[in-house]
């Protein structure tokens, strides 16, 4: 998925948030629901994530310096794993908390229709975020499934938000039903009971991104159609007779490194190996602009090794600083 896009998408989702936070406050001050205020809460961290992925988004776009040759680009996946433990201790937390208070020291919901029109708002506004999200992810997934889709992808906003919407429909649908078991049956527990369920949707929710996002921080390989690609445009330059992927591993989602190791024809001198190396950079770089950095490692041939003075000492200065 684009920069673009995934801003696009973080936009949507931060406006939406921040209107169900303010609509779910007043809701729950006016009806004293707990599970109203434990989705206003979720909402409150979820408009707080998005300005963090905004942050993050806006530090991995800075070019490299001195102090950071390889660019800020893991700002990103830093930033998505903190959103991550916020959604887990705050979001999932606070309802969980929240929650036990309530079913152990049940009050009424005062009100129990203003739940059900603010819910109803609410599910309007997150469901327009939701379906953006959706529709933008759905486009950059292409023929794999959803969950491949996730495990592969290294955009983390992309299904951040895809998966903070989908967990706050499903929280809205609780505090429905806690509102009405609560109403209905004069039972304020369920309200308590609807706001520990919130609570474990946000857990499960957390600690799938978190997963996710560990992954990419550590660092990740480009996917398989890159490697190939970089692999057969690289076979595909004069004077370069083999061609293997040592490593390539992601920065962020459009910044990847890749390192090649790669055999010489036998009667190229070191001009030459300099050259072929250009005119492989600069077609990687024209073909995949997302590949930042490519290192060499020239690899000698058997019949290289025979011959001492040549080819493999070259090799070892080519590749120092």
Request: aromatic residues 12%; without cysteine.
């Given at each position: 998925?684009?920069?673009?896009?995934?801003?696009?998408?973080?936009?949507?989702?931060?406006?939406?948030?921040?209107?169900?936070?303010?609509?779910?406050?007043?809701?729950?001050?006016?009806?004293?629901?707990?599970?109203?205020?434990?989705?206003?809460?979720?909402?409150?961290?979820?408009?707080?994530?998005?300005?963090?992925?905004?942050?993050?988004?806006?530090?991995?776009?800075?070019?490299?310096?001195?102090?950071?040759?390889?660019?800020?680009?893991?700002?990103?996946?830093?930033?998505?794993?903190?959103?991550?433990?916020?959604?887990?201790?705050?979001?999932?937390?606070?309802?969980?908390?929240e929650g036990v208070q309530h079913v152990l020291h049940p009050t009424g919901i005062v009100s129990a229709h203003v739940n059900y029109i603010v819910i109803g708002f609410a599910m309007v506004f997150e469901g327009a975020s939701w379906f953006i999200a959706l529709r933008e992810f759905r486009r950059a997934k292409g023929g794999v499934g959803y969950i491949e889709a996730v495990i592969r992808s290294k955009d983390p906003p992309a299904f951040i938000v895809l998966f903070e919407d989908s967990a706050a429909l499903i929280g809205l649908v609780l505090a429905a039903l806690g509102t009405f078991a609560s109403d209905y049956f004069g039972r304020p527990e369920f309200d308590g009971a609807a706001s520990i369920g919130i609570a474990l949707v946000l857990g499960v929710t957390a600690l799938t991104l978190a997963r996710e996002s560990k992954g990419l921080l550590i660092g990740e390989p480009a996917s398989p159609l890159l490697r190939d690609a970089i692999l057969t445009t690289a076979r595909e330059i004069d004077g370069i007779v083999s061609a293997h992927i040592a490593f390539t591993v992601h920065m962020a989602p459009d910044q990847v490194i890749a390192a090649l190791s790669l055999e010489f024809r036998d009667d190229l001198e070191t001009p030459d190996i300099e050259q072929a190396i250009d005119k492989l950079e600069r077609a990687i770089h024209d073909s995949h602009p997302e590949v930042i950095a490519i290192f060499v490692k020239p690899q000698a041939s058997a019949s290289q090794l025979t011959l001492p003075g040549r080819f493999p000492g070259r090799a070892r200065r080519l590749n120092k600083p």
């Open positions: 998925m684009a920069a673009s896009q995934s801003k696009t998408v973080v936009y949507a989702a931060a406006a939406g948030n921040l209107l169900v936070a303010l609509t779910k406050f007043v809701a729950a001050w006016l009806t004293g629901s707990s599970a109203m205020l434990s989705e206003a809460i979720h909402s409150v961290v979820d408009t707080g994530n998005q300005l963090l992925l905004l942050y993050g988004m806006r530090q991995a776009a800075r070019p490299p310096d001195a102090s950071h040759p390889l660019g800020y680009g893991r700002e990103l996946y830093f930033w998505s794993f903190i959103v991550a433990l916020l959604l887990f201790t705050l979001g999932a937390g606070v309802a969980f908390y």
